[in-house]
C-alpha cells in the first residue's frame, strides 16, 4: 500500500467562497473602496499573449514566448436595492453605469482590485491585483417563478493588471473557537481530538 500523502502542519485546505472584490468610488490617487457584496462564481481568467519563437532546434513543435498578459473576471451578484430611492447598491450602480449609452472612453472604464480572503487564519499576501477594466453584464433569472435577482457581471481589463499587497486585514487575528473536545475524561497525558476554527497557526494548547 503506497504511503499516504501528508500535508504541512498548520495547512487548511480553500474554500471556494475566499475571495474578495472592491469597486473604487473614488479617484486613483485617493481610493474609495466599496466592497462587492453577496457575489459567487468568482472567476479571474489570466490569458497569455504569445509570439512564434518556432526554429530549427525545435524540431517542428511549437514554441512560443509570452509577451503579455490579458485578464478578465467573472462573476455573478444577487441585486439588493432601496426601497425609498430604488437604487441598487453603489457597487451595483458603479459597474452598471460603465455600460450606459453614454459612457464612452474613460467613462466606461472601471477601477477594481481583487484578493484571497479566507474565513480564517491568514490570507496569501500575493494572491491579490488591481486593474482597469471595461464592463458587460446579463440579467440570470429571467422566469416568471419569482427568483431572486441576479446580474452576471464579465470584467475585461485594459492591460495588465498591477499585483498588490493583498488589503485584507481580518486574518490572523481572529481567536479560536473551540466546538468541541472528545473524548471527555482523559487523564494528563491522554490523546484528545479538538475541533473548532481560527487554529491556523497555533502552536500550543493550555487547558
Known amino acids: 500500500m503506497p504511503a499516504p500523502i501528508t500535508l504541512p ?13 472592491d469597486v473604487n468610488l473614488g479617484t486613483f490617487a ?20 504569445t509570439n512564434d519563437a518556432q526554429t530549427y532546434d525545435d524540431f517542428g513543435a511549437q ?18 436595492r432601496s426601497i425609498t ?3 441598487y447598491l453603489p457597487e451595483i450602480e458603479y459597474l452598471l453605469a460603465r455600460t450606459k449609452p453614454s459612457a464612452k472612453g474613460d467613462a466606461a472604464v472601471a477601477d477594481v ?4 480572503k479566507p474565513e480564517s487564519g491568514t490570507a496569501n499576501p500575493t494572491d491579490a491585483g488591481r486593474g482597469f477594466c471595461t ?7 429571467t422566469g416568471p417563478d419569482g427568483a431572486l435577482e441576479q446580474l452576471a457581471f464579465t470584467l475585461t481589463g485594459k492591460g495588465p493588471y498591477t499585483e498588490i499587497a493583498n ?29 473548532g476554527v ?10
Not at 485617493?30 to 499573449?49: A, L, N
Not at 482590485?113 to 484571497?116: D, G, K, L, N, S
Not at 486585514?169 to 479538538?194: D, E, F, H, R, Y
Open 85 to 87: 430611492t430604488g437604487l
Open 9 to 21: 502542519a498548520g495547512s487548511t485546505i480553500g474554500k471556494s467562497y475566499e475571495y474578495g472584490l
Open 63 to 80: 514554441n512560443s514566448d509570452v509577451t503579455g498578459w490579458s485578464w478578465s473576471l467573472a462573476f455573478n451578484a444577487l441585486v439588493n
Open 113 to 116: 482590485r481583487w484578493y484571497h
Open 30 to 49: 485617493s481610493p474609495i473602496w466599496q466592497q462587492f457584496r453577496r457575489i459567487s462564481g468568482f472567476q479571474p481568467t489570466p490569458t497569455p499573449t
Open 198 to 207: 481560527g487554529f491556523l497557526g497555533a502552536t500550543a494548547v493550555k487547558f
Open 167 to 195: 488589503p485584507f486585514a481580518v486574518v490572523a487575528t481572529q481567536s479560536p473557537v473551540i466546538s468541541s473536545i472528545l473524548p471527555s475524561g482523559k487523564g494528563a497525558g491522554g490523546m484528545i481530538t479538538i475541533t
Open 135 to 141: 464592463v458587460a453584464y446579463s440579467r440570470q433569472n
